[in-house]
């Protein structure tokens, strides 16, 4: 048994939607070895009478349907019940930006997530007390919280130790260090006229330590001035 395996829950209307994605690489591999577990509780089961509504027109007017509270508040009860302490994370583009700070906190919810996505217009303004925080992937309005829960599961899965292959690569990676990874080069020497750094080359691990942090801040600073300007203003130790 792993010493530490990460739990997500998700609500969903679509639970297939899931499948391509933790049919592959990364998540499938550490969900094989017992280090990360998604459990899907389809919403349409709360779903109120025949039909199992699950969405209903807006109050005061407007376009599109709104989710009802009853099926996703019934849902969310039951399922914190089975599993207390999961950290309940709504899916929304009003939440907290998801940046690699906030993925490295939620990874370190030990008691695992609980991923309400929405649908529709989004979801009915009650719905909001029953989770402890509300995420949002980017500032742009995707049809359903899916993809983005899938995003959440992807970037914290590989956080869980021993989900990656070599963990090393986590503390090098883009905004790890608050910057961004320099170049990465591969197989062949030269390609189509274009050689790898001769550094690289060159077994040196000091000078390749060394051109490897000064490219990632001139990578940086070309792209991404604002994460410098970050950096700068936050105390380190
Ligand atoms: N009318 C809502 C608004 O303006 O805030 C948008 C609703 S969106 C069409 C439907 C659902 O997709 C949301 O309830 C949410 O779960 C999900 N969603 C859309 N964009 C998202 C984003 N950027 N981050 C996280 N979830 C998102």
């Not at 883009?174 to 550094?199: I, N």
Request: net charge neutral; aromatic share 6%.
């Amino acid at each position: 048994m792993p010493a530490f395996a990460m739990d997500f829950h998700v609500i969903t209307l679509f639970p297939q939607m899931f499948d391509s994605v933790l049919g592959c690489a990364l998540l499938r591999r550490a969900i094989s070895a017992g280090l990360v577990s998604i459990t899907f509780h389809p919403l349409r089961d709360h779903g109120l009478g025949r039909y199992r509504q699950v969405d209903d027109t807006p109050y005061g007017g407007g376009s599109g349907m709104v989710m009802r509270p009853e099926p996703l508040v019934n849902a969310i009860e039951a399922v914190t019940a089975k599993h207390p302490g999961l950290w309940r994370v709504l899916l929304t583009p009003q939440g907290d930006r998801l940046e690699q700070p906030l993925v490295n906190r939620l990874a370190q919810r030990r008691t695992g997530l609980l991923l309400v996505a929405g649908r529709y217009e989004g979801v009915d303004e009650r719905v909001r007390s029953w989770v402890d925080q509300e995420i949002s992937i980017g500032d742009y309005v995707l049809s359903g919280g899916e993809l983005a829960a899938m995003v959440v599961i992807e970037a914290v899965a590989r956080l869980v130790p021993g989900a990656l292959g070599n963990s090393e690569s986590l503390a090098e990676e883009s905004f790890s260090t608050g910057l961004l990874e320099g170049p990465q080069y591969t197989r062949p020497r030269e390609f189509r006229g274009v050689r790898v750094p001769e550094v690289l080359l060159s077994g040196d691990h000091a000078r390749i330590r060394a051109w490897r942090e000064s490219a990632a801040l001139k990578r940086t600073a070309e792209r991404r001035r604002d994460l410098l300007e970050r950096r700068d203003h936050t105390p380190r130790g």
